[in-house]
């Protein structure tokens, strides 16, 4: 794990990145934002024709997928710390 501004060109080239936040506060994200499935705004964020409100909507830190049920099993935060 490593800060935005210590994401290397060469991270990007051989790495599948895992980006956390938003476009102002995450440099990688800013950098790619336009070609993102998910969209922020201050009010809220979008994917697709779906849109949520920033007051009562957030991204879980974790989510676990039943590729055969095609459907999330799990999801959730973690704690400062970074446990569940």
């Given at each position: ?14 790495s ?53 049920g ?15």
């Amino acid at each position: 794990m490593r800060d935005d501004k210590d994401v290397a060109a060469a991270d990007i080239a051989s790495s599948n990145l895992v980006l956390w936040g938003d476009p102002g506060g995450n440099r990688m994200l800013a950098r790619s934002a336009g070609r993102l499935p998910v969209k922020f705004a201050a009010q809220g964020g979008a994917m697709g024709k779906h849109r949520y409100s920033a007051d009562k909507h957030v991204l879980p830190d974790y989510a676990v997928w039943d590729t055969a049920g095609a459907k999330i099993v799990l999801a959730g935060f973690c704690n400062e710390d970074w446990r569940m």
